[in-house]
């Protein structure tokens, strides 16, 4: 969903720009080759204005936070535990992840989403 978000955004944005072609990667573009776009485009727009750059290097750090959380999830589920479930992470250690913890995960998600479309 946020794929799609962002990619529209960037289609209009292109637009706007007088560039409709869509050619090569941008058929089937990966969430860092859009938000590669994203930070071009943006530095095109604003050249002398760094604000929505670094607010889309924030972004970024924030997703990459997410996307390590979710792997923590995906890869390391050992089992359900009382108030969430248990993981372990890269190094083997066991991580338990309560139910509180994965909610402020999916509404940063959300949060990150609107900041993403917002700029």
Partial sequence: ????????????????????RTV??????????LMTELRTMVAMRDRRNAGALMEISDIERDMQRIDRFRSLIIGGFQ?????GFTCRDA?????HVSLEQLEAEIASLEM????????
């Fill in 1 to 20: 969903m946020l794929e799609q978000s962002l990619e529209a955004k960037i289609a209009m944005m292109r637009e706007a720009m007088g560039d409709v």
């Fill in 24 to 33: 090569g990667a941008r058929t089937r573009p990966g969430m860092t080759k």
């Fill in 79 to 83: 089992q359900p535990a009382p108030g």
């Fill in 91 to 95: 190094r083997n250690n066991q991580t």
């Fill in 112 to 119: 990150v989403a609107q900041r993403l479309l917002a700029v």
